[in-house]
């Protein structure tokens, strides 16, 4: 099975900068991608990794380290609209499909006040 | 990438009824996934649907519960069998974008009540 741990809450000011950890356990890692869901509304996608080190897309980051299981993303100059809950999910190749299946952890809410 | 698009956005069933939820595309895809999303909670994945032969469930999934057709390669349903309260979620369709590398993307999702 897949073990995906994210922090269950964090909270922020805006103008400011925050890092939301992931850490993984799995077999057949094939990328990882982090989403973006305010409520009531479907996830939408925001990074993707698939070998070591940073991305980069404006005002958000996303790292990985595939020997540590680990990845990061990172959110500079907070805004109000930014509160959402971020979701961190692993790529799953099996022999059954090309790219893989998508697992997803538990989310991390992310309350920006201001 | 992709367009997809949900039928019905919302319901409201009674226990012991069975719901169909429709996916469509606006492009073929090879496979399309099925995830719920209960009150609170993150997605877990359902099941992956493939054309042309049976879904493959994930553990603690089973197809007299949630079966899945994949009549063509830009369409897709899931029911959900005799419900009951714990299956009040909300349920998305996801497919692969069109490049080989491309993200996986989500439907608006049905949101479903049971009674």
């Known amino acids: 099975g897949q073990n995906i741990d994210q922090p269950t809450e964090m909270t922020a000011t805006e103008g400011a900068i925050v890092q939301i950890n992931c850490t993984y356990q799995t077999s057949g890692f094939n990328g990882l991608f982090w989403y973006q869901q305010h409520a009531g509304e479907a996830p939408t996608f925001l990074s993707y990794n698939v070998l070591d080190g940073l991305e980069e897309k404006g005002r958000f980051s996303s790292f990985l380290s595939r020997s540590k299981g680990y990845s990061y993303l990172l959110l500079k100059e907070l805004q109000m609209k930014d509160s959402a809950s971020y979701l961190c999910a692993v790529r799953v190749a099996d022999r059954g499909s090309t790219l893989g299946r998508l697992y997803f952890g538990r989310g991390t809410q992310l309350t920006v006040w201001p | 990438s992709a367009v997809i698009s949900q039928k019905p956005s919302r319901d409201i069933c ?102």
């Open chain 2, 14 to 115: 009674q226990r012991g009824t069975s719901l169909t939820i429709q996916c469509q595309v606006d492009s073929q895809v090879t496979m399309m996934f099925w995830y719920r999303q209960q009150p609170g909670q993150s997605l877990t994945l359902i099941a992956t649907a493939n054309q042309g032969s049976e879904a493959t469930y994930e553990s603690g999934f089973v197809i007299d519960k949630f079966p899945i057709s994949r009549p063509n390669l830009t369409f897709s349903t899931l029911t959900v069998s005799n419900m009951s309260p714990e299956d009040s979620s909300i349920y998305l369709c996801s497919v692969f974008g069109l490049a080989a590398t491309d993200t996986q993307y989500f439907g608006p999702g049905t949101r479903l009540t049971v009674l």
